[in-house]
């Protein structure tokens, strides 16, 4: 588990992202914002169809129905299944019909086929206004990635916002007695392995445009620090000094890393430039200090200390002033990770003799505790802020798990011999 090896390295790992006193953020909307009440309508075969492939296309339409409803812009309404037909006449819509169950809005999916190609027409029609509001047609691959994309569209189409259905998330699995980093899209399917150096691979972060992954390898038999070139698979080192080289953060312009590293004899937070490769130490204390995390601003920098006797979360700013402590509640708290929409943090905190996810507004206060059962670590957002990607043992072994921002909704994504250290991924926009 992922405390017990940061504390054999002096506490150096413990932790990660957060915010600043002086920002003005944005308040997490969710709790505000109506969900959209839509209908999934049975698949309209436009022509002779099989029976085979209506099947076949009802299990495309399954996966976007379950990239809708996880989004939380929509509160998905069943659809009469003992008639196909149902709020329909020759093709058209009654609307009369659709609102009886509750609808606001239907997705109807209608299907053709030649001999060469299917095609999948999905419309979003407003029963308010009685027209659609969004219509694609596609040629079927029938690949998961598709179905991702036309989701992120329909959420950016009516919402303004960009979706998560094409996000992926990183991590590392346990391959015996070595950790590889890999990746998987974010409900757990297509699992790609990204590296196989035979070695413990630790703490993967996404650069800003998702080109790239920074992660801690003990290849050496020392930690380090690498990037991994998502598209060149090309690997390069970032920092191999003497001692500790760990909690590699990338700043949000990806001009920076923050980095912890003990080659002054005390673990330490220090500012790496990229392009010129140099260092700025940021902290300067008898404690140890560790597993920066920026602000959504890059003006800040959260980070971990044992400056008052037990791990608890501190914040300053990015030239390493202004130093103050954010928890007190609890005397062991670790592993801060700040909301992409600024207005929150999740952590890790101690609560009798297990690890648990909470979260807190970013002044401190607004505690709540998310998880209850097991062991649960290595909080991540999504991108946009609404939901988090953690590991938990509660049914064994460690597997990646997510949950909605307010803790609802808790589910295993994976089913491996171990899995741990999610990083969500940025937005890739379709």
């Given amino acids: 588990m992922k405390n017990f090896f940061l504390l054999s390295l002096a506490h150096i790992f413990l ?21 959209i009440e839509l209908v999934v309508t049975p698949i ?11 099947a076949k296309v009802k ?15 929509f509160q998905l309404i069943e659809s009469p299944d003992s008639d196909p037909g149902y709020g329909f006449k020759k093709g058209q819509v009654l609307a009369g019909s659709w609102q009886l169950l509750g609808a606001k809005m239907l997705l109807i999916p209608e299907l053709r086929s030649d001999k060469k190609q299917d095609h999948l027409k999905v419309r979003i029609y407003d029963l308010g206004v009685g027209r659609d509001i969004f219509a694609k047609e596609i040629f079927l691959d029938y690949s998961r ?51 196989a150096l035979n070695t413990i691979t630790l703490s993967p ?3 800003p445009d998702g080109s790239k992954l920074a992660f801690i390898s003990f290849q050496r038999n020392r930690t380090e620090i690498y990037s991994l070139d998502m598209k060149a698979w090309k690997l390069q080192a970032v920092s191999q000094v003497e001692g500790l080289n760990t909690s590699p953060a990338w700043s949000p312009d990806g001009k920076k890393m ?24 940021l902290t300067n204390s008898w404690a140890i200090d560790c597993s920066p995390g920026w602000s959504p601003n ?27 402590r954010l928890t007190y509640q609890g005397n062991y708290n670790t592993s801060p990770v700040w909301s992409p929409k600024g207005d929150k943090i999740a952590f890790v905190s101690r609560i009798n003799g297990l690890f648990q996810i909470c979260a807190m507004n970013v002044t401190g206060d607004g505690y709540t505790q998310l998880t209850y059962e097991g062991d649960n670590e290595d909080p991540s957002w999504s991108p946009d ?26 589910k295993a994504v994976t089913n491996l011999g171990g899995a741990l250290m999610p990083a969500w991924s940025p937005f890739i926009i379709p």
């Fill in 15 to 35: 932790f990660s992202l957060a915010i600043a006193q002086t920002d003005v953020y944005l308040k997490l909307s969710t709790s505000e914002r109506r969900p």
């Fill in 44 to 54: 309209q075969p436009q022509g002779k169809i099989t029976q085979e492939k209506m």
């Fill in 59 to 73: 299990d495309i339409v399954d996966i976007l129905s379950d990239d809708l409803a996880f989004s939380l812009y």
């Fill in 145 to 195: 990635g598709q179905v991702h994309r036309i989701c992120d569209e329909i959420i950016k189409a009516l919402t303004g916002e960009n979706g998560v259905a094409s996000t992926r998330i990183a991590f590392c699995q346990k391959n015996g007695q070595n950790k590889e980093l890999a990746v998987l899209e974010y409900d757990g399917h297509n699992l790609q392995k990204l590296t």
């Fill in 205 to 207: 972060d996404w650069s």
């Fill in 258 to 281: 923050a980095l912890t590293l003990s080659k002054d004899g005390n673990a330490e937070i220090y500012l790496y430039t990229l392009d010129s490769r140099s260092l700025q130490r």
């Fill in 298 to 324: 890059g003006r800040e920098l959260v980070f971990t200390s044992d400056r008052p006797g037990s791990p608890q979360i501190y914040l300053m700013d990015a030239d390493g002033s202004n130093i103050r």
């Fill in 385 to 410: 802020g609404l939901h988090l990607a953690f590991s938990s043992n509660r049914t064994g072994s460690n597997q990646l798990w997510l949950m909605h921002w307010d803790g609802s909704n808790q």
